[in-house]
Every structure is written in C-alpha cells, then in structure tokens.
C-alpha cells in the first residue's frame, strides 16, 4: 500500500464550464496535493474537463474520476479514455467505474444490471486488460469486446471500482487496482470494507488487496458557521440513496429522514463529515489512514455549497498544510 499521506482534493460538483475547476488544479499545484479528483459529470464531460486544465498550464497534476458510470462507455472507450488523460497530463491516473443507479442503467441499456457484482467485474477485468496492452476476447451478459489498444507509451492508469458494501468490496478485491469509497467512516472501512477487499484479492491470488482512496467531507470549524447545515448540505443528496443510507446504518451511523439535525449530528459524530480546526481535521483523517485507507480526497461539498469555491479552497488549503 503507499505511504503517501497527503491528502488528494475532490472537485465534488457538476461543473458548467472547466473554468471552474481550474482553482481546484492549482490547490493541487501549488500545495503538494496528492490528486484532482472529479465525480461523474452530466454538464462538462469529467475526461474532457481534466484535459482541458492539461492543456491550461495543469498538465502536471495527477487526476482521478471517481467514479464514472458504466453504462455511459464501453469499455474498450473507457480504457481509451484513461489512457490519453495519463498521455496529456504526464502523470499517474486513477480511472474509477461504477453501476450507477439501476433506474439509469435500464434507461441506458433497457434493463437494470441483474448482476451488478458481474457488471463490475467484467468490466474493470476487460479495462484493465487493454490497458495492459492485451487482446481481449470478452462475450459476457454486458459487454461485448474482441480487441486490443494500438500501443502508446503513457504513465500507469489504476482501475478502480466504486465501493460502498462488503459484497463489492469481495469483487473489488478480485479485480480492481484501488477500491474508491464514499461517506465511508473509519471503522466501517477497517472492519468490513478492508477484510472483504482482503477475502476478493484471495480468493483470486492476488498477492495484495486493492489500495482504499476514500472521499471524506470536511469543512473548518469557524466563527459564524453552521456545522450542521453544512453537513447536511454536503451530505443531503447522498442520504436520499437507499445504498448510501444501507451502508450508513451497517456503520452505526443513526441517519433519521424526518430529522434532518438529528442526522447532521450522527454525520459529525461519526466523522462521515469532519469539523474542527485544521489540526483537529488531520487528525481525524490519520484516524481514516489507520483504518486502511491509502488515499482521502478532502470533499469540501458542504462549505462550497454554502459559502462558494474560495471558501472550500481555503478550507482545503489550511487543512493540506496541517497534514504535511
């Protein structure tokens, strides 16, 4: 597992234009950050968007998508795709896949996935392979694939796979290069997400699990602000998805639908959204590095939706320098 402590910076909105992400990238630049994460986008295409700030003077910045959607690429695209970020930007990529919403996955392809645990390995095994530079011969229940990449010399691209319970963590752990994780608290990941990831990389001989990065929320205790609100702000939508709120409960985190400060309180309590001064923050998130996990991209979702893109990068800044 790497030994990088440095936190990675999640850019964790939709953005309309790349423009807006450009203050992120330089965050990245300028203060050692490990990596620019994106989440899957349907305004700016997330790999058209980290190409454009390749080519805007961020080229040298490691980047991350976490996660995109299955249906939305054949794989044969997304292992192109992945490629060409590492090819532009000169660094190492983290390309990350995930199911999506069964609703999305049936208006897509005419039908829910009935085995989303298959779907994923199928997919990240036949990823993988191209970027490997192997032919793969694939006629699965979800994709079809009799091809290979042309060659191209390109830093290493990790696949990675969207996980948030143990039984695709067990699939994870068979395929994938680093098991992505959302609202995930320590605990959780210490004591069902890192054995089942430990259970999938064994039972495929794998001489080791896939790496954790982990997505945390977090915003700076300051005069004036509503912790709870921005927890809730940050968070919100997510607790609407029935997987997030199955894995939430598995943690012992006492989320209540009809008691949104309740909630809040369970969020900071469990440190699924963590607060405090920057020093208090890092050591909450050493907390989520002793548990197992080898990457935190710091989520400032609740401050940015509150406050606005300079209040999360100052936020991000001050808390990158009290983990160096």
Same mark, same amino acid.
């Given at each position: 597992?790497?030994a990088?402590?440095?936190?990675?910076?999640?850019?964790?909105?939709?953005?309309?234009?790349?423009?807006?992400v450009?203050?992120?990238?330089?965050?990245?630049?300028?203060?050692?950050?490990?990596?620019?994460?994106?989440?899957?986008?349907?305004?700016?295409?997330?790999?058209?968007?980290?190409?454009?700030?390749a080519?805007?003077?961020?080229?040298?910045?490691?980047?991350?998508t976490?996660?995109?959607?299955?249906?939305?690429?054949?794989?044969?695209?997304a292992?192109?795709?992945?490629?060409?970020?590492?090819?532009?930007?000169?660094?190492?990529?983290?390309a990350?896949?995930? +199911? /999506?919403?069964?609703?999305?996955?049936?208006?897509?392809?005419?039908?829910?996935?009935?085995?989303?645990?298959t779907?994923?390995?199928?997919?990240?095994?036949?990823?993988?392979?191209?970027?490997?530079?192997?032919?793969?011969?694939?006629?699965g229940?979800?994709?079809?694939?009799?091809?290979?990449?042309?060659?191209?010399?390109?830093?290493?691209?990790?696949? /990675?796979?969207?996980?948030?319970?143990?039984?695709?963590?067990?699939?994870?752990?068979?395929?994938a290069?680093?098991?992505?994780?959302?609202?995930?608290?320590?605990?959780?990941?210490?004591?069902?997400?890192?054995?089942?990831?430990?259970?999938?990389?064994?039972?495929?001989?794998?001489?080791e699990?896939?790496r954790v990065?982990?997505?945390?929320?977090?915003?700076?205790?300051?005069?004036?602000?509503?912790?709870?609100r921005?927890?809730?702000?940050?968070?919100?939508?997510?607790?609407?998805?029935?997987?997030?709120a199955?894995?939430?409960?598995?943690?012992?985190?006492? $989320?209540?639908?009809?008691?949104?400060?309740?909630?809040?309180?369970?969020?900071?309590d469990h440190?699924?959204?963590?607060?405090?001064t920057?020093?208090? +923050?890092?050591e909450?998130?050493?907390?989520y590095?002793?548990?197992?996990?080898?990457? +935190?991209?710091?989520?400032?979702?609740?401050?940015?939706?509150?406050?606005?893109?300079?209040?999360?990068?100052e936020?991000?800044?001050? +808390? $990158?320098?009290?983990?160096?």
């Amino acid at each position: 597992m790497s030994a990088n402590t440095t936190p990675a910076v999640l850019y964790p909105l939709q953005p309309d234009h790349p423009e807006l992400v450009a203050p992120f990238a330089a965050l990245v630049q300028r203060s050692g950050a490990r990596r620019l994460w994106l989440c899957q986008s349907f305004k700016a295409e997330p790999h058209q968007v980290l190409a454009y700030l390749a080519g805007a003077g961020y080229g040298d910045v490691s980047v991350g998508t976490s996660v995109g959607v299955m249906p939305l690429r054949h794989p044969y695209e997304a292992a192109h795709q992945a490629r060409s970020l590492a090819l532009l930007t000169g660094r190492p990529v983290v390309a990350g896949y995930g +199911i /999506g919403t069964p609703d999305f996955v049936a208006a897509l392809t005419g039908g829910p996935y009935k085995s989303p645990r298959t779907a994923v390995r199928d997919y990240l095994t036949s990823v993988r392979a191209l970027l490997d530079g192997e032919a793969v011969d694939h006629d699965g229940p979800y994709h079809h694939l009799d091809a290979r990449l042309l060659p191209l010399d390109h830093e290493p691209v990790e696949v /990675g796979a969207g996980v948030l319970r143990p039984g695709m963590a067990r699939t994870a752990g068979e395929v994938a290069d680093v098991a992505i994780t959302w609202m995930t608290p320590p605990a959780y990941v210490r004591d069902v997400l890192v054995p089942a990831l430990q259970e999938g990389a064994d039972a495929a001989g794998r001489p080791e699990r896939p790496r954790v990065a982990t997505a945390v929320h977090v915003a700076l205790a300051r005069p004036g602000r509503d912790l709870r609100r921005t927890a809730l702000a940050g968070a919100g939508e997510h607790l609407k998805g029935p997987h997030y709120a199955d894995m939430l409960r598995r943690a012992g985190v006492p $989320i209540a639908p009809a008691d949104a400060s309740a909630t809040a309180m369970a969020l900071l309590d469990h440190s699924v959204v963590v607060t405090g001064t920057p020093q208090e +923050i890092a050591e909450r998130l050493a907390e989520y590095r002793g548990s197992g996990v080898d990457e +935190i991209m710091l989520n400032p979702a609740g401050v940015m939706l509150t406050e606005g893109v300079h209040a999360a990068v100052e936020d991000m800044e001050e +808390i $990158i320098a009290a983990c160096g």
